[in-house]
């Protein structure tokens, strides 16, 4: 081997720590090793196609080889699951499958998700009849870190728009206040709640006598119906759905103009 065996040491305890107890990989688009593709990607200023891979070295003898479930020198396995369609490898049971109609291994049990042909991606068995369809949905970056969300580890979620969030990024929309969708402004949650409390705040709050009767055009973001209703400073509810989510439509009338 050309590379001295104190680097193989650290390579080897650099790999136990991420779960990747037998290998080593070698990058095709850089020609170096790494125990795996993130760590690649984080030292690297490009991202290895681990499907690209075509050779490996078994830590415990240092033999290069293809990629193979087991060593061909002394026969480890190189992870209780193994995917040589991926070119994945990992000792750590997360329940692991390899979905053909994405091209990747998921998580969590084949048993628990089907494939959606147009979202084109794995959903919730409990979805397989009653979610939104979102052409290609997952091939795209999460609307708030704008980071992958086909190959992200991080869990997604799946508001009834059917728009996808990394579930971390939609924690901290609702933390800040957010609750409307980033792509089509529909409401992320059951607001039906919210909706009763502004109800309230309405008939507490009278408009003075120059407002009282004013109305305006307004456009529902979650129901998607217009409607004309009177003008409140608190919001404008939708008469159709009752919604609070909401907008102006261009050109209604402000109590200003001389019509009103």
């Given at each position: 081997?050309?590379?001295?065996?104190?680097?193989?040491?650290?390579?080897?305890?650099?790999?136990l720590?991420?779960?990747?107890?037998?290998?080593?990989?070698?990058?095709?688009?850089?020609?170096?090793?790494?125990?795996?593709?993130?760590?690649?990607?984080?030292?690297?200023?490009?991202?290895?196609?681990?499907?690209?891979?075509?050779?490996?070295?078994?830590?415990?003898?240092?033999?290069?080889?293809?990629?193979?479930?087991?060593?061909?020198?002394?026969?480890?396995?190189?992870?209780?699951?193994?995917?040589?369609?991926?070119?994945l490898?990992?000792?750590?049971?997360?329940?692991?499958?390899?979905?053909?109609?994405?091209?990747?291994?998921?998580?969590?049990?084949?048993?628990?998700?089907?494939?959606?042909?147009?979202c084109?991606?794995?959903?919730?068995?409990?979805?397989q009849?009653?979610?939104?369809?979102?052409?290609?949905?997952?091939?795209?970056?999460?609307?708030?870190?704008?980071?992958?969300?086909?190959?992200?580890?991080?869990?997604?979620?799946?508001?009834?728009?059917?728009?996808l969030?990394?579930?971390?990024?939609?924690?901290?929309?609702?933390?800040?206040?957010?609750?409307?969708?980033?792509?089509?402004?529909?409401?992320?949650?059951?607001?039906?709640?919210l909706?009763?409390?502004?109800?309230?705040?309405?008939?507490?709050?009278?408009?003075?006598?120059?407002?009282?009767?004013?109305?305006?055009?307004?456009?529902?973001?979650?129901?998607?119906?217009e409607?004309?209703?009177?003008?409140?400073?608190?919001?404008?509810?939708?008469?159709?759905?009752?919604?609070?989510?909401?907008?102006?439509?261009?050109?209604?009338?402000?109590?200003?103009?001389?019509?009103?």
């Amino acid at each position: 081997m050309n590379e001295p065996t104190n680097f193989y040491i650290l390579q080897f305890f650099a790999a136990l720590k991420l779960g990747c107890y037998f290998i080593i990989i070698n990058t095709p688009c850089c020609n170096k090793v790494y125990t795996c593709r993130f760590c690649h990607d984080k030292e690297e200023t490009h991202t290895v196609n681990r499907k690209e891979v075509t050779e490996l070295i078994c830590v415990l003898c240092d033999t290069r080889q293809p990629v193979q479930a087991t060593c061909q020198n002394c026969h480890c396995r190189f992870g209780k699951y193994t995917c040589l369609e991926c070119n994945l490898f990992d000792d750590e049971d997360k329940n692991q499958y390899h979905c053909d109609g994405c091209g990747i291994c998921r998580v969590g049990g084949r048993d628990r998700f089907f494939h959606c042909a147009k979202c084109n991606m794995c959903l919730p068995v409990q979805l397989q009849n009653g979610h939104t369809c979102v052409e290609n949905v997952s091939h795209a970056n999460c609307p708030v870190c704008l980071e992958d969300i086909h190959t992200s580890r991080i869990p997604c979620h799946i508001p009834n728009c059917g728009h996808l969030l990394h579930r971390t990024c939609f924690e901290e929309l609702l933390h800040s206040g957010h609750y409307a969708c980033p792509i089509c402004q529909v409401s992320l949650l059951d607001m039906t709640d919210l909706w009763r409390f502004l109800d309230m705040e309405v008939s507490l709050t009278p408009m003075p006598e120059e407002y009282r009767d004013h109305r305006v055009d307004i456009l529902c973001k979650d129901c998607h119906e217009e409607s004309a209703v009177k003008f409140h400073i608190v919001g404008l509810k939708c008469l159709n759905c009752g919604s609070y989510n909401t907008c102006r439509v261009k050109g209604s009338p402000s109590p200003a103009d001389p019509e009103c």
